[in-house]
C-alpha cells in the first residue's frame, strides 16, 4: 500500500541553523501538507501546497518556514534560522483531489529538537 | 472559526469492551468533513475514518464507527471489542469546505485510550 516517507527520522541541531526536512508524498497525491506537533500537545497545521504554490499558511508559518517542490517526488519543509521553540514532531501529509473526503495521509514524521 | 474539542484527556477501558471516544465541533460553514486519527506511542498518524457532513449514513471501517450526530454537532469515535492494540491517542479533526481543495485539518487536543487486560 503506498505511504507517505519521511526522512530523517530525527534530527538534532542547534539554534540558529538551517534545516530541511523532506517528504515524499504518494504518487498520485496532488495536496501535501506540513504539520507539527509539540511535545504532548495537538497537530497544529502549518501549509498546505498545491500546483507549486502555498495555499494556505498559518501564523506559525513565518518567514523563518518555506516549503518547496524541488522535483516530481520531494517536498521539503525548511527553517531559516531554527529557535528552540521549533522542537517538535513535524509531519507531511498528503491527500488526492476528488475523492471522498480527500484524506490526508501522514507521514511517520521527523522529531526535530533544537538545542 | 474553527473548532475541535475532546473533553476526555484520558480513557482506560478493559479488553473486549465497547469503547467511545467523544468528539464536538464549532463550525459555520456547511459542507465540512470529520476525520478520526489513531497515534499509537511510535508517533505516528493512522487514518481510522471519515465522515462528511451530508453523509446520511454513520460511518462504518471494521471495529471503527462514528456516531455523527448534526445538530449536537458531536462526532463519537465507537470502538468494538477493543483490543490491547488499541491502546493510542486518539485525535478528531475537522476539515471545513467543499471536497475539493488543499484545505487544513483542525485537531482536538486528543484522547489517550488505554487497554487494560
Known amino acids: 500500500e503506498p505511504e507517505v516517507t ?18 515524499v508524498p504518494i504518487s498520485n497525491h496532488l495536496y501535501f ?7 504532548g500537545q495537538k497537530v497544529e497545521f ?11 499558511k498559518s501564523e506559525i508559518f513565518d518567514d523563518q518556514f518555506s516549503v518547496e ?12 534560522s531554527t529557535k528552540l521553540e521549533d522542537s517538535a514532531m513535524y509531519f507531511c501529509a498528503s491527500s488526492q483531489p476528488w475523492t471522498v473526503g ?14 | 472559526a474553527q473548532k475541535i ?27 465540512y468533513g470529520l476525520f478520526w486519527y489513531k497515534q499509537p506511542s511510535s508517533g505516528e498518524m493512522i487514518f481510522l475514518i471519515y465522515q462528511g457532513s451530508y453523509d446520511q449514513q454513520n460511518a462504518t471501517e471494521g471495529r471503527y464507527s462514528l456516531n455523527f450526530q448534526k445538530a449536537r454537532k458531536s462526532a463519537n469515535l465507537v470502538i468494538s471489542a477493543s483490543q490491547l492494540g488499541d491502546s493510542a ?21 486528543g484522547t489517550r485510550l488505554t487497554i487494560n487486560p
Open chain 1, 102 to 115: 480527500e484524506t490526508q495521509y501522514f507521514g511517520p514524521g521527523t522529531r526535530l529538537l533544537v538545542l
Open chain 1, 69 to 80: 517542490r524541488p522535483d516530481g517526488s520531494n517536498f521539503t519543509l525548511k527553517i531559516r
Open chain 1, 46 to 56: 502549518l501549509v498546505s501546497f498545491y500546483n507549486n504554490e502555498i495555499s494556505e
Open chain 2, 5 to 31: 474539542t475532546q473533553t476526555q484527556p484520558g480513557m482506560f477501558v478493559q479488553e473486549k469492551e465497547a469503547v467511545t471516544l467523544d468528539c464536538t465541533y464549532d463550525t459555520s460553514d456547511p459542507s
Open chain 2, 89 to 109: 491517542m486518539y485525535f478528531c479533526a475537522m476539515r471545513e469546505g467543499r471536497d475539493q481543495g488543499a484545505q487544513k485539518l483542525v485537531f482536538g487536543q
Open chain 1, 33 to 39: 501538507y506540513w504539520y507539527r506537533q509539540i511535545l
Open chain 1, 6 to 23: 519521511q526522512t530523517p527520522s530525527h534530527q538534532v541541531t542547534q539554534m540558529g541553523q538551517e534545516v530541511i526536512l523532506r517528504c
